[in-house]
């Protein structure tokens, strides 16, 4: 009467949906001019990846963080990471979304690896960075930094997935038979 069972075709519109939530999150941490830290206790500095502003209610002094190197090296490093995150989105749509190519997978996954090992550097340099940079009390990494970072865990998710979807070959094309966790009659 109740089946319980996995179905694999379902997963070749999850898997790159999850892309496309990460290439979202890539966006909204990289076009964040206020986001990725704050200071606790007055409210008075808060930076993002391509500048830091400092003041009280309207009177704001904003400075660009783009003439030290290593803010050159995060940015340049995320905007790369959201590239490449863009390409194995299009490649996976053509690997799963009308036929399934097996042989684009791990390709994928390869690719989605390379992006995460690139954003990890980048998520790393920018706090001890900036921290080294400014350190006048405690900071909080707020939200638009946790976009960042979610990013980056979706992509290695996903890299998991597409380096083991091929062993679900036939699943994924429905010529299996479907195989039930749980039956009951």
């Known amino acids: ?84 995150l863009i390409v194995a989105f299009i490649i996976s749509c053509i690997a799963l979304c009308r036929t399934v190519n097996v042989t684009l997978l791990p390709f994928i996954g390869v690719l989605l690896i390379i992006v995460v090992i690139i954003q990890v550097i980048a998520l790393i340099i920018y706090p001890v960075k900036f921290q080294d940079l400014i350190f006048e009390g405690h900071y909080f990494f707020s939200w638009a930094y946790g976009f960042g970072w979610g990013a980056t865990l979706l992509s290695l998710g996903c890299a998991i997935l597409f380096c083991c979807l091929p062993r679900y070959e036939d699943e994924l094309t429905g010529m299996a038979k479907t195989k039930y966790l749980y039956t009951s009659e």
């Open 1 to 84: 009467m109740f089946r319980c069972g996995i179905a694999y075709p379902r997963c070749r519109w999850i898997v790159p949906l999850l892309l496309v939530f990460a290439i979202i999150f890539d966006i909204i941490a990289i076009a964040a001019t206020s986001g990725w830290v704050e200071d606790e206790d007055a409210k008075s500095h808060y930076a993002g990846m391509w500048d830091h502003c400092r003041g009280r209610n309207d009177e704001w002094s904003c400075k660009t963080l783009m003439e030290y190197s290593w803010a050159q090296a995060v940015a340049a490093l995320m905007v790369i990471g959201l590239l490449i």
